[in-house]
């Protein structure tokens, strides 16, 4: 489906009735717009026709075509471009998400990023970023689109995606937009052009007539409607809004406008409490579908806060009020036209050389004159004539044929030079030879026309930063339920992940995981922003690195093996990888990069293995030392039994010198024990000895009864005191007989005196 251009055939115009507020503001909104950047938009179509090859005004095309004269094209802007679209198909600048408020972590950071890496991968982002790169390069804008669209026809999840806009021109802007990424953009258009029939068959409720009339319109109504055509377009809005934000007590920040329902809302918060609430003024993005009659299908509201239109700027000059756009292109058509002109003439002329004139007279060629009339066209071994009796002097001769005019020539130089000089790319960028001989003459040449290109890889650069936003400010609201997602890392590697899980605290609530535990993550909390890594031009700098490391190798051989590897990495040969690790391989180990564990410390590479003969005398040397080892061992052994065995008898004889000093001891302790028993029993002896002469005396002193009287007092004294003298006898006599009787000293279980018995 092609596009329709600006300007086209005027329709009749039906008398129709007026429009609604809504039809008004927005055809109001689109002419101001193209009025605005009719002029930007007019030479961008002529910049596009130029690359393409329509490079010859329109009355020149016609009066050289009138007078069959050569209308050739030497199309060297279309390298120019590539020249620059290159790098970017080459070395793509990359999204990198970091972390940069309250909640946000580096490992969802990551996440985020390999998300992006992975929906640019199924989208073939390359591609796309090309062909606005393409465009801005071309014609000074580009654009591409941000999608949602169902994982599959009986699914109801959505994926994020990226989509090519081919025709740049068919993106209409807010002509007050000032940022270069057009994110202050209120409104915006992407038309395309239906046949009628295809129309009324996509659209059949739609009026009869594409569209209606309103007065003191005069040429608005020709970019929507011609008689085989119909113009619609997507128009994207942004609706101011007030909303009602509130911030939860684990960090989130939520619009309580989209959970009217308490149910959905406890169960967006789980467990979490709100903290405070505020009321913010914001927009919506609306996107309505339009012709330039009324509003086709029903006005659908976008997820994101951002109008999913990528705009690409090539160059950008404030004149005044008035902004003008341009590509590289723009001023190098008077020099690409320069020198269309002079190469045609040039060969024009060099054409004309075979067809030189003849100088005769026609009685010369009487009866020949067919020969000479396709002399030209035919290339006869000979050409017959007559002498002319009027000149017998004279031949057939031709004229010098025309030679090409050096000044052509040398405006053909000069009108390439100027394309270079205009655009900034030399012939050491496009690869061509050049005056320059030595390496870093040619690298920093190149290094020239990048720097003079860059501007345009750097707003490529803005344009992909401003596509990483947008993709972090959708992904949470698209992927806003548990789900497994597929992340893609720098390496090339890929992971599932669960996002979204939730999970039962200690209360019996359902609450989502807010930090990542596992391979779980939650991608509505926190706060994060891009960074696009570029520069000029990838590949100068890598062939930049590459003859510098030449040069170097040429100053310091020694190295040359190391930098053999970093070489091979920088080239863009197939497994230019592969070669570098084979390298690394051959190197000695004191060169070799040392490997990281886990731990982070680095990891020492295996010793090379030794030669056989030394291997051998090694393994002589080790038996020697075994068997020396082995004989010491045995003396030491048999010595540490020599010093046990003495130490063993030491002990004993220590022991057996203690047990004679202990018996020795504890026998005169006895004894002692046993003289001390013997005194006491003779001191115990003693006081019965005197006691019993008391007694004896005591009792001698009382007067005895008869041997006839009768009982009373005194009979009972005499037997009493027979009764304590037989008592006193008994008691000396066991005294007497435990001092007589043998005694011996008791020895205990080890054999030493324990008592005396």
């Known amino acids: 489906m092609q596009d329709a251009p600006e300007t086209v055939t005027k329709a009749a115009k039906p008398e129709v009735k007026p429009d609604d507020a809504f039809m008004a503001t927005m055809r109001k909104r689109y002419e101001r717009a193209i009025d605005r950047e009719r002029t930007n938009r007019e030479k961008a179509r002529e910049d596009l026709n130029f690359k393409v090859g329509n490079q010859w005004p329109t009355a020149i095309v016609a009066e050289r075509e009138a007078n069959n004269r050569p209308i050739l094209t030497f199309n060297k802007m279309l390298g120019f471009v590539r020249q620059v679209t290159g790098d970017v198909r080459q070395n793509k600048p990359a999204i990198r998400v970091r972390p940069v408020g309250e909640g946000s972590d580096k490992q969802t950071a990551e996440i985020f990023s390999g998300l992006i890496r992975n929906i640019e991968n199924q989208s073939f982002a390359q591609y796309i970023y090309a062909v606005g790169a393409d465009n801005a390069t ?17 699914a109801f999840l959505q994926d994020i995606r990226l989509k090519p806009i ?16 057009k994110s202050d953009a209120r409104f915006c258009f992407v038309y395309s052009t239906l046949p009628t029939e295809e129309f009324k068959a996509t659209y059949p409720e739609a009026s009869e007539q594409p569209f209606d009339k309103i007065d003191n319109v005069t040429d608005y109504y020709g970019d929507w409607y011609t008689e085989d055509t119909v113009r619609i377009a997507e128009y994207w809005v942004k609706v101011p809004v007030t909303k009602t934000i509130a911030q939860l007590n684990d960090g989130r ?7 009217a329902d308490e149910q959905k809302l406890a169960e967006k918060i789980g467990g979490a409490a709100i903290v405070t609430q505020r009321k913010v003024k914001t927009h919506k993005v609306m996107m309505h579908t339009v012709s330039g009659a009324e509003e086709l299908e029903d006005p659908a509201e976008w997820a994101g806060k951002h109008i999913p239109i990528i705009h690409v700027m090539g160059e950008e000059t404030w004149v005044d009020e008035k902004r003008v756009t341009y590509g590289l292109i723009r001023y190098a058509k008077d020099a690409q036209r320069a020198y269309n002109y002079a190469r045609s003439t040039s060969i024009e002329v060099t054409g004309l050389q075979p067809k030189a004139q003849w100088l005769l007279s026609t009685a010369m060629i009487e009866g020949y004159e067919t020969y000479w009339q396709n002399s030209g066209n035919t290339n006869y071994p000979y050409l017959p004539y007559h002498a002319d009796p009027n000149l017998p002097s004279q031949t057939p001769r031709r004229e010098h044929p025309p030679q090409p005019a050096a000044g052509l020539i040398a405006e053909a130089q000069l009108a390439s030079d100027d394309m270079k000089a205009t655009t900034g790319i030399y012939d050491a960028s496009l690869g061509s030879k050049s005056n320059e001989t030595s390496g870093v003459a040619i690298t920093a040449r190149k290094q020239e026309g990048d720097v003079s290109t860059f501007v345009y890889i750097d707003n490529l650069a803005l344009a992909i930063a401003y596509t990483g936003r947008q993709l972090i400010d959708l992904i949470p609201k698209i992927y806003d339920t548990k789900r497994i997602l597929r992340v893609l890392h720098d390496d090339g590697t890929d992971e599932e992940i669960v996002v979204n899980q939730s999970i039962m605290d200690g209360q019996g609530n359902s609450r989502t995981l807010h930090r990542p535990e596992g391979k779980f993550y939650d991608l509505t909390l926190g706060k994060y922003d891009v960074t696009v890594e570029a520069g000029p031009s990838f590949s100068s700098r890598r062939q930049e690195a590459s003859t510098g490391i030449v040069e170097l190798m040429k ?9 053999g590897t970093r070489l091979a990495q920088l080239q863009d040969w197939p497994k230019a990888t592969e070669i570098a690790e084979e390298l690394e391989r051959l190197l000695p180990p004191e060169m070799k990069k040392p490997e990281v564990g886990p731990d982070g410390q680095p990891v020492q590479p295996p010793p090379p293995p030794p030669p056989p003969e030394l291997v051998k005398a090694q393994a002589e040397i080790e038996a020697a030392q075994q068997k020396a080892q082995f004989e010491q061992q045995k003396a030491m052994a048999e010595l540490e039994q020599r010093r046990m065995i003495a130490e063993q008898e030491m002990q004993l004889a220590q022991q057996q010198a203690v047990a004679n000093f202990t018996l020795k001891k504890q026998q005169a302790q006895a004894e002692m024990e046993l003289e001390q028993w013997k005194a006491e029993q ?14 004896l005396k005591r009792q001698s002193q009382m007067p005895r009864e008869t041997e006839g009287g009768e009982g009373g007092e005194a009979g009972m004294g005499s037997f009493k005191s027979d009764q304590g003298l037989s008592a006193v006898g008994m008691g000396l006599q066991a005294i007497a007989q435990a001092m007589s009787r043998p005694k011996q000293i008791v020895l205990g279980p080890d054999g030493l005196p324990t008592g005396i018995e």
């Not at 081919?166 to 802007?173: D, F, G, I, R, T």
């Not at 920040?253 to 959970?259: E, F, G, P, S």
């Not at 100053?555 to 190391?562: G, T």
């Open 138 to 154: 071309s014609c000074g804008q580009g654009a591409w689109r941000i999608v949602t669209d169902y994982t599959d026809d009986d």
């Open 166 to 181: 081919q025709n740049a021109l068919s993106v209409v802007w807010d002509p007050d937009s000032v940022e270069l990424d």
């Open 253 to 259: 920040v939520i619009c309580l406008d989209d959970y």
């Open 555 to 563: 100053v310091m051989p020694q190295a040359a093996p190391l930098l």
């Open 682 to 695: 003779s001191a115990q002896l003693e006081v019965y000895k005197a006691n019993v002469s008391a007694e």
